[in-house]
């Protein structure tokens, strides 16, 4: 069974940096991709960040290109978003998944996911 746990939210300031980490388990994940989400109250959840395990290939987002890296650490099985320059709209949950049909921007395809991690970031 594969389980993601986030960790790394909190309260961060307009311009700020905060990292996110998503330790993954339960299977090897060679040909998946991880991706990050978000969820603000009252939105949609939209689509975030992605690495394909594997070749390590990444896809971001328009809102936060240029500010949020994604990463993966094969020796911990983490996938980790780097947040710079945070701004208050990047306040939401942020939420870790793990899709085995490749790289999806789509949330639907993501099968697994972590519980969430709130990210607040104050102007």
């Known amino acids: 069974q594969v389980q993601l746990v986030e960790s790394g939210g909190g309260l961060g300031q307009s311009g700020g940096s905060l990292r996110l980490s998503c330790a993954a388990s339960?299977?090897?994940?060679?040909?998946?991709?991880m991706g990050w989400f978000r969820q603000a109250p009252g939105k949609e959840r939209e689509f975030v960040a992605l690495?394909?395990?594997?070749?390590?290939?990444?896809r971001t987002a328009d809102s936060v290109k240029g500010r949020f890296t994604i990463s993966r650490e094969y020796a911990k099985n983490t996938v980790s978003l780097q947040m710079n320059s945070l701004k208050p709209e990047d306040t939401a949950v942020y939420y870790c998944?793990?899709?085995?049909?490749?790289?999806?921007?789509?949330?639907?395809?993501?099968?697994?996911w972590g519980q969430g991690t709130q990210v607040t970031v104050s102007s």
């Open positions: 998944a793990a899709n085995r049909g490749g790289i999806s921007y789509n949330s639907q395809h993501y099968e697994y």
């Open positions: 339960g299977r090897p994940f060679g040909s998946w991709s």
């Open positions: 690495i394909t395990w594997n070749a390590g290939s990444t």
